[in-house]
């Protein structure tokens, strides 16, 4: 290694320090939650998004649209479609939000969007951030709530997952030191962690639920997730009616599967990569990831989204049409409750429970075997009246 090649690292690494730092200084400056409550009008972006996104984001917005009807009527919601947050267009601007797309989501209360294909790296095409991570930092979407739930097994649990920091803060700025040594890096804030941890505890304690397990790896990442993990201790105190239980993720993700154990487990608070990884695995269990919804909750914004890919093979192979919107839509249950329309979340939730777990009349397969995303979605609405 040349001390060029160090030098030059060190100053990728300097850029990348004082980047973190300001973002440190404007969480601190940042104001408190949205009150739905008081707003006269909220408006909704939607975004379709890339592969099967555009085909099952259409159909969850018809069914929120039609949720959300007559608040539409008098003027007290109101839709706004976004286009232009496509890979064609991202690799246009060379920017994983191009500047208008990331000016009409500002112009909105929160966001419903369908999945985006992230290029990888390796794969040829220029190294864009991924629009999602890219949307997570600029809304400063800062909690990743995924629900998942198996009534039959007792298996009820909310992950809390970090959603803009750990490996994600600079995941797409790693250093190449030379043509050997690659190092990329992880970062945990004081801020960062204790609005997660704080979110999650609140959770539980709003919504009766009596265990917060904390994840991490903090006997071998030990400076950031030994962060994370102290803090979220330290946040727990305040919560003395509510247990909470420590897990390294790799056991976590044992016990999970463990029928003797899993139902134990309620609120999880987790690190932004292990949360990416055991949020799919829970998914899968539930039904498969086209089953889970994810809510992105910040201070000022909030989208909701599947927790899956945008799966361009079913575009390719022509069964786009097919493909399962049981995720966008259970993001729509979390979007109508945070903008505090809960009864009609929990009417949109038992709709979507009878047709997905009890009565089945229409199955999705993402073959032709199966239902259509219209046909499931017009299902949906007939259990909604
Ligand atoms: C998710 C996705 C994203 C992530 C990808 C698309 C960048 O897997 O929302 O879980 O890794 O966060
Ligand atoms: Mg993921």
Not at 89 to 94: A, D, G, I, S, Y
Request: with cysteine.
């Amino acid at each position: 290694m040349t001390d060029l090649d160090i030098k030059n690292a060190v100053e990728a690494f300097e850029k990348l320090l004082r980047e973190q730092g300001d973002r440190v200084d404007f969480i601190k400056s940042e104001g408190g939650f949205t009150d739905f409550s008081i707003k006269e009008k909220i408006r909704i972006g939607v975004c379709g998004g890339d592969g099967i996104g555009p085909f099952i984001t259409k159909a969850s917005a018809d069914v929120l649209k039609y949720v959300l009807r007559d608040e539409v009527a008098a003027g007290k919601v109101e839709f706004l479609d976004i286009q232009g947050l496509t890979l064609e267009n991202r690799l246009k601007h060379m920017k994983p939000i191009p500047d208008d797309v990331l000016e009409q989501l500002k112009t909105c209360d929160v966001i419903l969007k369908g999945p985006t294909t992230t290029p990888q790296a390796g794969s040829g095409m220029p190294n864009i951030e991924s629009a999602n991570v890219a949307m997570r930092k600029a809304l400063d979407l800062f909690a990743n709530v995924r629900p998942v739930r198996i009534p039959d097994e007792g298996i009820d649990w909310t992950f809390f997952r970090e959603n803009t920091e750990g490996a994600y803060a600079v995941g797409s700025k790693g250093v190449n030191v030379n043509d050997d040594l690659a190092v990329d890096f992880v970062v945990t804030t004081t801020e960062g962690t204790e609005r997660i941890a704080r979110l999650a505890y609140e959770y539980a304690r709003n919504n009766h639920k009596d265990r917060v397990s904390i994840i991490s790896k903090a006997n071998v990442i030990k400076t950031t997730d030994g962060k994370f993990l102290n803090l979220c201790r330290k946040v727990s105190e305040d919560y003395p009616e509510i247990t909470t239980d420590e897990w390294y993720i790799d056991i976590l993700t044992a016990k999970l599967l463990d029928p003797a154990r899993r139902r134990d487990f309620k609120v999880l608070v987790l690190p932004n990569l292990y949360g990416d990884i055991i949020t799919d695995e829970a998914a899968q269990m539930q039904g498969g990831v086209g089953t889970a919804g994810s809510a992105n909750i910040g201070r000022k914004y909030a989208m909701f989204e599947a927790i899956h890919g945008s799966a361009p093979r079913m575009v390719e192979e022509g069964r786009a049409k097919y493909a399962d919107p049981c995720s966008m839509l259970r993001a729509c249950v979390m979007l109508l409750n945070h903008i505090g329309r809960n009864d009609k979340g929990a009417a949109l939730e038992r709709a979507l429970d009878i047709c997905m777990f009890e009565e089945k009349k229409c199955v999705i397969t993402g073959r032709p075997d199966g239902a259509t995303i219209d046909e499931f979605a017009a299902y949906v609405m007939s259990k909604l009246d």
